[in-house]
Structure formats: C-alpha cells, structure tokens
C-alpha cells in the first residue's frame, strides 16, 4: 500500500524559505543568464513540441527584443519575413502544460494530501509567482505594450542604441547589420511574449521543485529536467516565433519595497545592461521626468496636477522635509515632553492650507521631533485630524498619548 504524506517535517518546513530565496536572489542578485543552457533547453522544448529548432538571439532588455522583432518584421524581404514564423506562445505552452506541468503534478500531487498543497502553493507558489511575475514582468510588459514609442524615446540613448547596432551587426553581419540598424521604421507594433519560460513561471516551478527534491527526490522525468535547466539559466523573457526566438535576460539593477513591487524615489526602479530602464513609485511605473527634473517642481505644478498617482510620486520623489517647506505648512501646536530619563523632547505639528482629495479633503499633516541626546530632527507624516503634538506622535508609537514617556532610546 502506497505511503501518504500528510505533512511536512520540521526540517522540510524550515527549508521553504531556501527555495525562495533560490528564486528571489536570481532576480535582485542580478545573476547573469547561462546563454550556452537556456539555448539548449530552448531548443529541446521546440523539439518535444514538433517544431524546428529556432535560432536564439540573445538581447539584454525586454525592449531591445521588440526593437529586434520590429527590425526584423519590418526592414526584412517578404520571404525571409515569412520565414520568422508566426508567434508560438499559444501552441507551445498547451504542449508543456499538458505534457509537462500537468504530468508532473499528477504524478506528485496524488501522493499529497489537499492541505499539505495548499500550504506550499501559499508559500511557495503563488507568493513567489505574485511578486516576481505581477510586480515586475508584468508591469513593464504592460508599460511597453502601452507606451513602445515612448520607452523607445526615453530609452534610445547612446548606450542602447549602440548595443541595438552591435547586437544586429553580431548576429546578421556587418552590412545586414548596419542597414537595418539605422531604419526602426515609424510605427512600433508590439509583439506579445511568451507564455513560457519567464519570470512569471519561477513561483510554480519553484513549487514543483520543492516537491520533487524533498518529497519525491527518485522523480526523474526528462522533460521536468530540460524545464528546470531553463528556468535555472535565468532567462527573464523572451519572443517566441517559429524560426526566431529572442530571449532577454535579467535586470542587472532592481529596486523594490516591502510588497516587492519595484519602488525607488532616487534612481531607476529596474535596470537593464542595454541601458533601458524604468522608474517607479510603489509599482506603478511613471514619467521619468519625473525623476530628472525634480528640482523644478513647484507648489502650483504639485497642486494643478490631477493625476493622484503623478502627485504621490512628488511626494514620495521630494521627500516629507521637502514637501512640508515647498507647500509653506503651517505650526499647529508644539509640545515639550519631559521623559523619564530627565531628557527634554520639543514635539511640532505642522499642517498645510490646502487640502487633498487623496485623503478624503483633508490636509497634509506633520509631526516633527528633535531628538535629546543628538539634536537630530525626524519628520514624519500623521494623520490629519490631530490638534496635539503630543497625541500625533504618540499615535505613531506603541505608546498611548499619557504613556509617551522614555526610559531610554536605542
């Protein structure tokens, strides 16, 4: 009688945040493609699906693979244009998901009971897979699907233009190269991606991968082995066509916040090694020029602009002592708190004139605090709706208003 596992050990739940940190570090640890292995995985799924093998071309950007696409759809002859093929993310990810997947959690998922797969899809899964496929693939596959011609413009630098005339001249040749280098054309059509072999797939292989090394380790299928072979090159994305496909490899700069969606109010939220970027407040990619003309903002721009999410990325881009200054915020109240320790803290609320639909009409609220024992004053945002100084900062601590007295600080 074949033996059920009903839950994990306690060494095999400790090893959980291992995998997940496998697949993270791949991403935010910028570590580098394995071309020579994620060709051959290619190539082989292309086989066990009945399709020729194609040529693999190697870019480092998701963009610089729609430019590639572009060119080569738009610049080539008729014949050698058909010759690309049509796009086969449909037809190739039916046969991995029917011969590959599916077998695969048939073969394991037998032997687990539900809970036991409902606790590592929780955690291994769908944790993994909402925060690198949703947070970054998909956002700047939407940015690109919406706005190609703008990323193109915003993009097109020396340094991704160079890389876009070497990439075509090493992999068509000089002359090809060069003509089709200067002509992009005027209209930028958007080629889907993949539905395989990207980002977005690491959070169920990695689920699957647990499984097979920690409960079934004597699993051995070839085709689970070329699929792992792929995902682990660190491939990020890429175009599949019939005769063409065109792979992007990872960022080599991410910047996130605690949710994992891409976030940085200094540089570019995600970076790649052609020179593309994108910038981002709290996942949402916006305006770049947001970011390179910050100085410039003014209090009528910030108060005139009706895209809330062009307004929180002021906020968040300017800072909470910048913002407080720009908009001229007024003293509401000041306290002196006497605190355990005989150190005296001076506790300030400040407020704006204006008011915000964001928030529900309300103004924007601080409070600031001079440290005792080094001078250093902290600024930070509040709710709205205080009049005390002392209750303000006391609602950002653990403390209640009459109990906001230290000992000490750390």
């Known amino acids: 009688m074949e033996t059920k596992i009903d839950k994990l050990t306690k060494e095999q739940e400790e090893k959980i945040p291992i995998y997940l940190q496998k697949y993270y570090d791949r991403v935010y640890k910028n570590e580098k493609l394995n071309k020579k292995q994620c060709e051959e995985s290619i190539i082989q799924i292309c086989k066990n699906a009945g399709f020729d093998a194609p040529y693999v071309w190697f870019v480092d950007s998701p963009l610089m693979a729609q430019l590639i696409v572009n060119i080569l759809k738009n610049n080539l002859g008729n014949n050698l244009r ?141 085709e689970w082995v070329n699929w792992q072979n792929l995902i682990n090159s660190n491939i990020y994305d890429m175009i599949q066509l019939e005769k063409v496909c065109i792979v992007s490899s990872m960022p080599t700069e ?51 602009e009706k895209n809330s999410e ?49 928030i529900n009409n309300n103004p924007l609220a601080w409070v600031q605090m001079t440290c005792p024992s080094t001078g250093t004053d902290y600024l930070i945002s509040c709710e709205p709706h205080f009049t005390n100084a002392k209750e303000a900062i006391a609602s950002l601590s653990i403390f209640k208003t009459e109990e906001y007295k230290f000992n000490y600080r750390s």
């Open 254 to 304: 991410v910047h996130v916040d605690s949710n994992k969606g891409l976030h940085s109010t200094d540089t570019p939220a995600v970076k790649f090694a052609d020179g593309y970027d994108a910038f981002a407040i709290h996942g949402r990619i916006l305006p770049e020029k947001l970011w390179l003309e910050k100085e410039k903002i003014t209090k009528e721009q910030f108060l005139k």
């Open 310 to 358: 062009i307004r929180a990325a002021m906020y968040s881009i300017l800072g909470e002592k910048k913002m407080m200054e720009m908009l001229n915020a007024s003293e509401i109240d000041k306290q002196v708190i006497q605190h355990l320790n005989d150190e005296v803290e001076i506790v300030k609320l400040f407020k704006t004139k204006e008011t915000f639909s964001e």
């Open 82 to 222: 058909d010759n690309l093929g049509n796009n086969l993310r449909d037809n190739l990810w039916n046969n991995l998901r029917n011969n590959l997947r599916n077998n695969l959690g048939n073969n394991l998922g037998d032997n687990l009971r539900d809970n036991l797969r409902d606790n590592l899809r929780n955690n291994l899964g769908d944790n993994l897979g909402n925060n690198l496929g949703n947070n970054l693939r998909n956002n700047l596959r939407n940015n690109l699907g919406d706005n190609l011609g703008n990323n193109l413009g915003n993009n097109l630098r020396d340094n991704l233009w160079n890389n876009l005339w070497n990439n075509l001249r090493n992999n068509l040749g000089d002359n090809l190269g060069n003509n089709l280098g200067d002509n992009l054309g005027d209209n930028l059509e958007f080629y889907s991606f993949s539905y395989y072999g990207n980002l977005s797939d690491y959070g169920w292989t990695c689920f699957y991968e647990f499984i097979n090394k920690e409960l079934f380790p004597n699993y051995n299928n070839a």
